[in-house]
């Protein structure tokens, strides 16, 4: 559980916590509408969640920090369930491992969804509760915003799922293909100063945002836009994944491990290359951003082309004179705190701080990210081999 700001001096009026909380509820469901009753279930790696894993472990995220602590004489739904939905948090108890959650069969997804009714009931019934104060909105807006990164695991997970299937079945034909856009390019300049990152004013934000401070940043130029296909497909024709040179010495291990060839999702069919996306399998769009790219074919293509990866300094300083929001953008940061960060007690001190290790920053958003749901402060973060986001590369110098 992440620790939040919000600066309110009144308490918002009942009716948009309604509608906030039926309209975030609601888009989860909404993203599992196109599924088969199969897809649900599929788990096909450790870091892929089972779509009915996402829609349960949310419910019981409200159930566990909210209901259970602050209803009176509210009765849990199932007691096997803080088993089966705990994520990761050691203070609340035993959990199933995450490389575990494919293989549960049981609960159905009906059980689920009966679930997720039930907390919804008892979810209304606490937001009319006279007891309601800041702090519990607090928390309240709390599980809204991860229930929102799990809309987002969730997206990208069901592309995962369906595009390892060996059919390639499209997620929704109706679905528009965000993924193909791009903007004119140019380089933005900034000169060499001291500079303001961190979050401040009213609104949510998470704990490793907070703690704004200075920096000192030397001149630079960002890319006011993101590396296409056609120049990602340069670099790959090049020799790129073949050359030891443009790697950092892990990457290169995983290029070789993992006999890398291009980025996720790229099949090369009778000497074409194809990629897979939400509509299906279909031709690559060479204008638009290239997407599903770890941290390590990110570093190596900044380097064939003789340039690097903005920092997460740069990056912030940048947004307000950047297009951003189709990718998460790997920064050349390693997810540390922020100066006088503090973890928190209990299970809220969990989310962030423990991270804080072996992983890179990501800045912006993506294709899958909720809307309102991020701000040129969200210090998103991986690990360095990941590709199943939608990450993508801005280039700086």
Known sequence: MKNINLAVSVLPEKQVLYAKYLTVRGYSEELCRPLEIEDYVVQPMADVSPPKWHLGHTTWFFETFILIPHLPNYQVFDDEYNFVFNSYYETIGSRVI??????????????????RRYV???MIEFLDAEFLTQNLVDIFVLGLNHEQQHQELLLTDIKYILGHNPLFPPYSKEIK????????????????????????????????EQ???????????????????????DFIQAGGYSDFQFWHAEGWDWVKKHQAQAPLYWHLIDGKWMIYTLNGL????????????????????ASWRGMRLPTEAEWEVSADHISWGERWEWTNSAYLPYPRFKKE?????????KFMINQMVLRGASIATPKGHSRKT??????????????GIRLAR
């Open 120 to 122: 919804d009931k008892h």
């Open 282 to 301: 279909m031709d690559i769009y060479l204008e638009a951003a290239v997407c599903h790219i770890n941290f390590y074919e990110a570093a190596a293509y």
């Open 177 to 208: 293909s965000a993924e193909y856009a791009n903007h004119d390019r140019e380089y933005v300049r900034f000169k060499a100063g001291i500079y303001e990152i961190g979050f401040e004013g009213q609104g949510f934000c998470f704990d490793n």
């Open 345 to 353: 007690a209990g299970a809220v001190g969990e989310y962030n701080g």
């Open 98 to 115: 995450r490389t575990d959650r494919g293989n549960l069969s049981r609960p159905s997804v009906a059980d689920i969804y009966n679930y």
């Open 211 to 233: 703690g704004r401070h200075k920096v000192y940043l030397d001149d630079f130029e960002i890319e006011n836009t993101l590396v296409t296909n056609k120049q990602y497909l």
């Open 378 to 391: 969200y210090r998103n973060f991986f690990q360095t081999a990941h590709q199943w986001q939608f990450t």
